[in-house]
């Protein structure tokens, strides 16, 4: 059996490099930016600001969303994360 790859079929060199955002993925985050920024008369803050206090579900999704991409550790003293798993006996 033959294990070299036959033409066209070597998929290790096509598509967008590990990392590269979708350019449709780019533009509706830029979009969703501007109109915020709208939203807020030039002040994305003031605006988001007013989401959080008027519709807090939704913005604390947001914030899910935006929080993991934020934090960072420092190699000197790297992040701990624990996770408890707790059983409990359902009531009878």
């Known amino acids: 059996m033959n294990d070299a790859p036959k033409v066209g079929l070597d998929r290790s060199k096509t598509g967008r490099k590990k990392g590269t955002p979708n350019k449709t993925t780019k533009l509706l985050k830029e979009a969703i930016l501007k109109a915020a920024e709208n939203a807020g008369d030039g002040d994305m803050v003031e605006y988001l600001t007013v989401q959080a206090r008027t519709n807090p579900g939704p913005f604390m999704a947001l914030l899910g969303k935006v929080l993991p991409m934020q ?10 994360t624990v996770t408890r798993i707790e059983l409990v006996a359902p009531e009878t």
């Open 71 to 80: 934090i960072s550790g420092d190699p000197e003293n790297p992040l701990q």
